[in-house]
């Protein structure tokens, strides 16, 4: 399945820095960073549960808070995108 996640997590302090750089590494685990909140994911169902358990550990439910969008198996007619692009198509070959 495709997912998009967001989440905004306060900064005021050291702590709620932390993790916000936790979110942001567990969404990288995941997905791709398509803006500076933002990640794409394409993930089985056993690895969004497993995601979602993550996530939820990572956060405080009272200041921050995560937003998971299922796009699903036919996401391409789904998204559209204006500007600059700075994220590459999951299904093409990766070549490093």
């Known amino acids: 399945m495709y997912i998009l996640v967001t989440y905004d997590v306060e900064t005021s302090t050291p702590e709620g820095s932390r993790?916000?750089?936790?979110?942001a590494r567990c969404c990288m685990n995941h997905g791709q960073r398509v803006?500076?909140?933002?990640?794409e994911c394409e993930i089985s169902e056993a690895m969004f549960v497993q995601?979602?358990?993550e996530l939820s550990q990572l956060i405080n439910p009272t200041?921050?808070?995560?937003?998971?969008?299922?796009l699903g198996k036919n996401y391409h007619t789904?998204?559209?995108?204006?500007?600059?692009?700075?994220?590459?198509?999951?299904?093409?070959?990766?070549?490093?």
């Open 35 to 39: 803006q500076n909140s933002v990640f």
């Open 63 to 70: 200041t921050d808070s995560i937003r998971i969008y299922r």
């Open 19 to 23: 993790r916000l750089r936790k979110v």
């Open 51 to 53: 995601f979602k358990q």
């Open 78 to 96: 789904k998204i559209e995108h204006i500007g600059q692009q700075t994220s590459f198509d999951i299904d093409a070959p990766l070549i490093v």
